[in-house]
């Protein structure tokens, strides 16, 4: 933190207080509109001292200014000030609210939003009831954040309100009650609002509480490892209810479900699929709902990869309904949902002899959505491989070990984006993200090129292009099977300023290619000298460019070591089959002496078998420590900006150390690990900016 910025940290700090004085004018004072309007551009310049002082300006004139105070609580927030930020922006809402206005009056009369509410008005309430649950959220008020959010939504569904409930979710300690929070939990799930895999885990707690799931999901895991036969599955009148969970479909379409006891009960839904699919059970009793939920269940069994156990008994049926699918199929005769629905729960429909005719038949809407994503969506894909230019040769060892794991298990797989919020620029996000840090000769333009190094399935890639609007990517990967996943993903969604191509990071430099900003979140921990091929990306790196950096904390993933040592000891190895009786062991009752075993259900990974190979079996993994980070960084003269991580826990490093205003210093983030081991399961993510 320069001395500007701490003389701005400590004014914020020490005016908590703000001018209580009614205001009592009918309108603003004259002069007020002219303040307003420089403060807001000196916000908008990420100019927070001028700003504060004009802001201050108009409370000294109108003390219940609901713009200076909110806006106000929005710099204490950014220079991370939350209990200041909650005293400021709550106060705005509470005398707005408080304040009759006269289209509330005569909403009997104009049926306009909000009872008759002005639109903009319902905005401006809407983005401070935003704001005021990013400050809760920072100061540890979870519960209080949602209800804001929640409220923001009522007023104004925007983007950035559906990210911050998505951002609220994620840290809330407990499950909240409410109708209306399950319904935008579902909402967020399928439209999606956010990553539906920061809202597996929640999404699971809420299905596992209460109502017919919940009942189902606690018979079946008091049960295991012991199957119930199908008449012990669902209570009376429990099925139904579940085919019409509305939160549960959501969830098995959208995201692998992160919750064993979930899996579980998934598991022996499966299974009666079997015998819907063998005839075995009343026609009368195969309604719509039935179809909906089964093509829900089999759509995760795809997007999981065929995680789930298996007993030789149900694949033995299962295979013997593969090959009257094949048959019927190969003859032309007709094909009932449930038999086709049910293979796919085990196997990928694109495996069948002459999949493609099944593109021809007349589905259910379910179904058909279903047959796209097993036939036409992977077809499109093989249609990509031979025009995806290969820029470098692929031939240190250790990079094709690599790409023969991501060839065989591309990851992760994910099936629709999340919004990123509104479009900005380099200088704009990063600024927002760190805004105590000192980014002067940041370019303002929007056209910069960025490498994503590692792009894998193209989830980051979209993202970053949608982030930055006008910036050209290009996208690279060893993978052609996870490239041409992201080059299809990328051409649904109409994006043309992401260029995908195969290549080896090591040879990169060789393209004469430079870039203003570099992104390795998930690459540089999978080579054999993770060091070497960061120094190889910065030479690419244009200077005062920016990086982000992701590699793996060796404290974090030291958990792993138990089941890491489980694996060796049984002899399992990285085939599909293997991984499923591997984690059917490592989370069943003889895991051996030592109870750590178990825990490595509590990582997401774990839960699709292209995760749990990267997370258990990887060909090549490195792990790194922050000392080790830190002394990298002074060697080649990189500044540190900061880590991307939940502003639960940024707050609580600043509670911790109050003397790092910037929270760059990586001496004291290597203490906080060492006091919190967990911080980094995901892996340290960081950003950097080249001298």
């Avoid at 559906?162 to 439209?191: H, I, T, W, Y």
């Avoid at 699929?273 to 039935?290: F, H, N």
């Avoid at 593109?359 to 036939?375: F, G, K, T, Y």
């Avoid at 993770?530 to 120094?535: E, K």
Wanted: aromatic letters at 6%; proline letters at 6%.
């Amino acid at each position: 933190m320069n001395r500007k910025q701490r003389r701005k940290a400590a004014k914020l700090g020490t005016q908590a207080a703000v001018p209580t004085a009614p205001g009592g004018a009918l309108g603003p004072p004259p002069g007020i509109a002219e303040l307003l309007a420089v403060a807001q551009r000196h916000h908008q310049a990420g100019r927070l001292a001028e700003a504060e002082t004009a802001y201050r300006k108009v409370l000294a004139i109108d003390p219940t200014n609901f713009d200076s105070l909110h806006l106000l609580g929005v710099i204490a927030q950014q220079v991370g000030r939350s209990d200041l930020a909650v005293e400021l922006i709550g106060k705005a809402i509470a005398l707005d609210e408080r304040k009759p206005t006269l289209q509330a009056t005569m909403g009997r009369v104009f049926d306009t939003p909000g009872r008759g509410e002005d639109p903009a008005a319902r905005r401006k309430r809407a983005a401070a009831h935003g704001n005021f649950s990013i400050a809760l959220m920072a100061a540890g008020d979870h519960a209080r954040a949602l209800d804001a959010i929640q409220r923001s939504l009522q007023l104004d569904e925007t983007e950035n309100t559906k990210l911050l409930f998505v951002q609220c979710v994620r840290s809330l300690d407990a499950v909240p009650d409410g109708s209306a929070f399950r319904d935008n939990l579902a909402r967020a799930l399928s439209e999606p609002w956010g990553r539906p895999i920061d809202l597996a885990r929640l999404a699971a707690a809420l299905l596992k509480r209460d109502g017919a799931t919940a009942a189902a999901i606690r018979r079946v895991d008091s049960a295991w490892p012991r199957r119930l036969p199908p008449q012990d599955l669902f209570g009376p009148g429990e099925f139904a209810a579940i085919c019409g969970d509305r939160l549960l479909h959501a969830l098995l379409q959208a995201t692998p479900i992160f919750d064993l006891a979930l899996e579980r009960f998934l598991t022996a839904a499966r299974q009666s699929m079997l015998e819907a699919a063998g005839g075995r059970l009343d026609p009368q009793q195969v309604t719509d709902d039935r179809v909906r939920f089964s093509c829900a269940l089999a759509q995760q069994c795809f997007i999981n990869e065929y995680v789930f156990a298996c007993t030789d008994r149900e694949e033995a049926e299962a295979n013997a309904l593969r090959a009257r699918l094949a048959d019927a199929l190969a003859s032309g005769a007709p094909i009932a949902e449930p038999l086709l629905v049910a293979v796919a729960a085990f196997f990928p429909l694109a495996s069948l002899p002459a999949a493609d005719l099944l593109l021809q038949r007349r589905w259910s809407a379910p179904v058909v959505e279903l047959v796209d994503c097993h036939i036409r969506e992977p077809r499109e894909e093989r249609q990509l491989q031979a025009a995806m230019p290969r820029l470098t040769p692929i031939d240190d060892s250790v990079s094709l070990a690599v790409k023969q794991q991501y060839e065989e298990s591309p990851y992760p797989r994910w099936m629709k984006p999340s919004p990123v919020g509104k479009p900005t620029t380099i200088d704009g996000y990063l600024r927002q993200k760190f805004p105590l840090v000192d980014l002067g000769g940041v370019a303002t333009t929007n056209r910069a090129d960025i490498l994503i190094a590692g792009c894998g399935t193209g989830r980051h890639s979209i993202e970053t292009a949608r982030r930055f609007a006008g910036a050209r990517l290009l996208a690279i990967d060893l993978s052609l099977s996870s490239l041409c996943y992201a080059k299809r993903k990328t051409r649904a969604l109409g994006l043309s300023n992401i260029e995908y191509a195969q290549a080896d990071i090591l040879q990169l430099p060789s393209l004469g290619r430079t870039f203003d900003v570099i992104e390795a979140s998930g690459v540089l921990h999978h080579l054999a000298d993770p060091m070497a091929g960061w120094r190889r990306l910065l030479a690419m790196l244009r200077p005062g460019g920016f990086m982000l950096v992701g590699l793996y904390s060796k404290l974090a993933r030291g958990d792993l070591d138990a089941a890491r040592r489980f694996i060796v000891r049984r002899g399992y190895g990285p085939a599909a089959a293997d991984i499923r009786r591997c984690r059917a062991e490592l989370t069943g009752p003889d895991t051996g002496a030592d109870p750590a075993v178990a825990k490595v259900a509590e990582w997401g990974d774990f839960f699709s078998t292209s995760a749990c190979r990267d997370l258990l079996f990887h060909v090549a993994e490195q792990q790194m420590t922050l000392p080790e980070i830190d002394g990298f960084l002074r060697d080649h003269h990189l500044q540190f900006l900061g880590f991307d991580l939940p502003g639960d826990v940024l707050q609580a490093f600043r509670r911790r150390f109050p003397q790092d205003g910037a929270m760059s210093d990586l001496a004291l983030w290597h203490t906080f690990e060492m006091e919190n081991p967990s911080i980094f399961t995901g892996m340290y993510q960081f950003w950097i900016r080249k001298a």
